[in-house]
């Protein structure tokens, strides 16, 4: 063959097919044009559960996109975090075709997270019974066995609020209203069209697990997770977190800022500076009647034990209520449980082998037990200071006895495990869960995870206090999940109260100092994509000043400029 020939062929050869490499470095070659979900049957062996998305050159992209030119590809089932989120998406679209099929006009809302699933309601006189979910859930799986596509389609902004209008979307009429795109992406499933905030399965064929479960007034729509792709899990009532989820929810109506488009509406009327005042007007009456259910217990309560995940603004909630306590009476003595680590070369290891200081064994609670009851009898106790640079405990002379009004204040991530505490009697501990409980959401069908203020936060405190940039607190974040997993959310309700410290505003005023942070990622690096999630979740938001914001919110534990130091 000649030189000519050969060149000839390599070029022909350049035009019909791409090049895709996969993360094992395994090379192969499709016609131009194959898609994704054409190539991922290939790779369905490997993975647990079926595969719902691929990231290709490290930006995510749907199972239907055709592949055009040499890239590099990776596959994701639902073990991944992305593909849980599109598989709970596809699923939410699911049963807002199927309940439209079964009872007609009605409006079904998609409010909160709970029991390994999502709180729904439907609005009006309906009351939901179970053979109503019966109902919807078989029709939900005649629509699966049809397999039929999740059609996206690009409207013209004009277009796309013509729709909503006609399906008395009003929610998404008012969210895009602050929208700078001239064309809306929109996704058909047979004859009804939606807007939602990410990505979708190829069909419904994909969606094989799900359950429905009566929770009145409303009902959750539950899936499979991370760790059981394959199987939805047994139904937990979650009693105390949903009173605190519905609490919240039923404030952000009566204020009319139930969504994203009502919040944006405020900023630009120029109401954001009252919303802020009577948003933290709440969480002092909340921190005030925290402060007096314990004063009511003195003599009995000798200590208040605070826990939550990350990112929650336990320390500036703990020193809030502090002040409250002290308003009744009572004086509160801080003890760190970071002080009682056990020496490092008895830290215990995680299944990775490195040293896991989240673990409950890395507490000495043996010493922890001792020094409570002897405090709590009255006892001087001297105090051990933990010094992380040697990894030692260390005894510096700092001795604690209680008064008669004196009340032990502990924040740690195993404040509400028993195991903690285990010879302390009940009635001498009072527990508070806090945690950020996202009260908003984007529309009426697109929630906020609570995960995700929880980020942001985190995001932006750690560049403001720790010097780490938005790759490091990403890459740090699957570690933290697990963590709170393990360690803290199977003992919430074990709480006495809960406490919710999110504020209404709170995204709007993050917006401005993480944008920047998240920008920064670098398009290369394995964090750019939840990156991009981000920031296009964040666009959805008018951003607001900080100017506002009171020196004791618990936002400012996170962007700075409080009165209150760790």
């Keep these: 063959m000649s030189d000519e020939s050969g060149s000839g062929k390599k070029h022909m050869t350049n035009q019909t097919v791409v090049q895709v490499t996969f993360p094992d470095s395994t090379i192969r070659q499709y016609p131009i044009g194959t898609t994704l979900l054409e190539m991922s049957k290939e790779h369905a062996t490997s993975f647990e559960a079926p595969i719902v998305v691929a990231k290709v050159n490290n930006e995510l992209k749907e199972l239907s996109k055709a592949i055009k030119n040499d890239c590099m590809v990776e596959f994701f089932d639902m073990t991944h975090s992305d593909g849980l989120r599109i598989y709970q998406r596809s699923v939410t679209f699911l049963l807002l075709r199927a309940a439209r099929d079964v009872l007609g006009e009605c409006k079904v809302i998609v409010e909160h997270s709970i029991s390994k699933g999502f709180y729904c309601e439907i609005q009006g006189d309906l009351i939901v019974t179970q053979e109503m979910l019966d109902k919807i859930s078989r029709k939900m799986q005649e629509l699966v066995d049809q397999d039929i596509p999740f059609e996206k389609i690009s ?151 605070i826990a939550g995940p990350s990112s929650s603004g336990k320390t500036t909630f703990a020193q809030r209520l502090s002040i409250q306590l002290r308003v009744n009476g009572l004086r509160p003595q801080s003890i760190s449980l970071d002080d009682y680590f056990v020496n490092r070369e008895f830290t215990p290891v995680d299944e990775k082998g490195d040293l896991d200081f989240e673990a409950l064994e890395a507490v000495d609670v043996s010493l922890f037990n001792q020094n409570l009851a002897q405090l709590l009898r009255g006892e001087a106790v001297e105090l051990p200071t933990f010094n992380f640079q040697t990894g030692t405990r260390e005894y510096k002379g700092r001795v604690l006895k209680l008064d008669v009004n004196d009340i032990l204040v502990i924040e740690g991530i195993h404040g509400l495990n028993e195991k903690l505490t285990a010879t302390i009697p009940k009635e001498n501990k009072f527990k508070i869960y806090v945690s950020a409980l996202t009260q908003l959401n984007i529309d009426d069908h697109n929630r906020i995870p609570t995960t995700d203020t929880r980020i942001l936060r985190r995001i932006v405190r750690d560049n403001q206090f720790r010097g780490n940039n938005a790759e490091r607190t990403i890459q740090l974040w699957p570690s933290v999940r697990r963590g709170e997993e393990k360690n803290i959310f199977p003992f919430q309700q074990y709480a006495d109260v809960m406490f919710n410290s999110s504020l209404i505003y709170e995204l709007s005023i993050l917006k401005q100092f993480a944008e920047p942070l998240l920008f920064n990622v670098d398009k290369s690096l394995p964090q750019y994509g939840e990156a991009k999630r981000l920031i296009k979740f964040l666009d959805y938001f008018l951003g607001v000043s900080s100017e506002e914001v009171p020196k004791n919110s618990i936002i400012r534990e996170f962007i700075g400029g409080g009165c209150f130091h760790p």
């Design 155 to 305: 409207v013209p902004l004009e277009e796309a609020l013509r729709i909503f209008h006609e399906n008395g979307m009003y929610d998404k009429v008012k969210l895009f209203k602050y929208r700078r795109a001239s064309t809306v992406n929109l996704y058909k499933l047979g004859w009804l069209s939606n807007y939602f905030y990410g990505y979708m399965v190829p069909s419904t064929g994909h969606l094989k697990h799900f359950r429905i479960v009566l929770a009145e007034p409303g009902f959750v729509l539950q899936f499979p997770s991370q760790k059981m792709p394959n199987e939805v899990p047994p139904y937990v009532p979650q009693t105390k977190l949903s009173q605190v989820f519905r609490e919240c929810e039923n404030w952000g109506r009566i204020m009319n800022v139930d969504t994203v488009g009502a919040l944006n509406d405020i900023v630009c009327k120029g109401g954001v500076g009252d919303l802020i005042r009577i948003s933290e007007a709440l969480h002092e009456k909340k921190i005030a009647q925290i402060a007096d259910m314990i004063a009511e217990r003195k003599g009995q309560v000798g200590m208040v034990l």
